[in-house]
């Protein structure tokens, strides 16, 4: 089934984030799609508030994965594959002991890893609309 949720602008994003958190309960792994600019990070972000997270999330562009945790103590790994040039870059992280850690994994740019991503992994999309909005979707 598809699942929408639509981001109206910044000041929409806790909601759209709580909805999100709802929505997808139970998935630990989840991967943004999303051209550059889209909001992955920002949305990232807001997930993370949601959570409960207290550091300062900001994209892992350049160490690849950054740990973040939640209100509960409970890890949250954030990754962006921007800079990963093949799948050993990506192996060379562990990215399987990440990903096989039944914490909340949360993927940008996964395009680039995307044969290593396991099976469960929830792909979502972010469209940016003409109006500037944000529209994630997922099929469950």
């Known amino acids: 089934m598809k699942q929408e949720i639509n981001i109206r602008n910044l000041e929409d ?22 051209p550059m600019g ?11 508030r949601q959570l409960g997270v207290k550091d300062a999330v900001c994209s892992p562009t350049f160490t690849i994965v950054n740990e ?4 509960d103590g409970e ?12 799948a050993a870059e990506a192996l ?7 990903m096989d850690s039944g914490c909340l994994c949360l993927v940008e740019w996964p395009e680039n890893v995307e044969g290593l991503l396991p099976e469960e ?15 994630l979707s997922w099929e469950e």
């Open 38 to 48: 889209a909001g992955k990070t920002t949305f990232t972000t807001a997930l993370c």
């Open 75 to 86: 890890p949250v790994y954030h990754f962006d594959f921007y800079r990963i040039n093949n």
């Open 68 to 71: 973040y945790l939640t209100a």
């Open 92 to 98: 060379d992280i562990g990215l399987y002991d990440y």
């Open 13 to 34: 994003l806790d909601r759209a984030a709580a909805e999100f958190l709802e929505k997808t309960a139970g998935h630990r792994i989840i991967a943004f799609f999303a």
């Open 121 to 135: 992994t929830l792909a979502v999309r972010i469209s940016v609309n003409p109006d500037q909005s944000r529209t």
